[in-house]
C-alpha cells in the first residue's frame, strides 16, 4: 500500500526532480498547496496572494523507502533557513514546508527539524503543517526538466 508525503522547498521543477531519483518513489506531482485560492492557477501563485507553495506530492512505498528517508532528501536539496526564497526564487511561494499526512509523518518531521536545527548554524525556517487540499500544477509544469532535457541544478537524492 501507497503513502503520500508533501514538501514544499522552492521551485517544484527540482523537487520534483530530487524525488524521482529516489527507489521507492511511485510517482510525483508537481503542484499548489497551503495557501487559500481554490484551484489555483500558477500565475496566480506566482503573485503570493494565493498564499500557496510551491510543492512536491509524492508518492512511495513505504516498503521501499522510509519517510524518514524522504525527509533526509528533503533538507538535501534545499536551504532551509532561507525565509520565502530559494536561491533567485523569492515570494512566500518558495517558503520551506513539510505538510503531514499522518501523526506519525508529523512526529517524524519534527524529529528530523530538531536534528536539522542541533546541525545548523543558523535557525531553520522549515514550517511543518498538516497537508491540506493539493491542487495539481498545469500539465505543462509536470515532468519539466525530463520533458525539456533540462539539467537539474539540485542536488539529486538518487546519487
Given at each position: 500500500m501507497s503513502e503520500k508525503a508533501t514538501f514544499a522547498a522552492g521551485c517544484f521543477w527540482g523537487v520534483e526532480t530530487a524525488f524521482r531519483g529516489v527507489p521507492g518513489v511511485l510517482d510525483v506531482v508537481v503542484g499548489y498547496?497551503?495557501?487559500?485560492?481554490?484551484?489555483?492557477?500558477?500565475?496566480?501563485?506566482?503573485?503570493?496572494?494565493?498564499?500557496?507553495?510551491?510543492?512536491?506530492?509524492?508518492?512511495?512505498?513505504?516498503?521501499?523507502?522510509?519517510?524518514?528517508?524522504?525527509?533526509?532528501v528533503f533538507w538535501k536539496i534545499h536551504d532551509p533557513t532561507?525565509?520565502?526564497?530559494?536561491?533567485?526564487?523569492?515570494?512566500?511561494?518558495?517558503?520551506?514546508?513539510?505538510?503531514?499526512?499522518?501523526?506519525?509523518?508529523?512526529?517524524?518531521?519534527?524529529?528530523?527539524?530538531?536534528?536539522?536545527?542541533?546541525k545548523s548554524g543558523k535557525p531553520i525556517a522549515t514550517q511543518i503543517e498538516p497537508a491540506p487540499h493539493f491542487w495539481p500544477a498545469?500539465?505543462?509544469?509536470?515532468?519539466?526538466?525530463?520533458?525539456?532535457?533540462?539539467a537539474c541544478q539540485m542536488p539529486l537524492a538518487g546519487r
Open positions: 498547496t497551503g495557501g487559500h485560492t481554490e484551484h489555483p492557477t500558477y500565475e496566480q501563485v506566482c503573485t503570493g496572494k494565493t498564499g500557496h507553495a510551491e510543492a512536491a506530492c509524492i508518492t512511495f512505498d513505504p516498503k521501499k523507502v522510509s519517510y524518514e528517508r524522504l525527509l533526509d532561507q525565509v520565502n526564497r530559494q536561491g533567485p526564487d523569492v515570494g512566500t511561494q518558495y517558503r520551506s514546508a513539510i505538510f503531514f499526512h499522518s501523526p506519525q509523518q508529523e512526529a517524524a518531521a519534527r524529529d528530523s527539524l530538531a536534528r536539522e536545527q542541533r498545469e500539465e505543462y509544469h509536470q515532468r519539466y526538466f525530463e520533458r525539456h532535457n533540462v
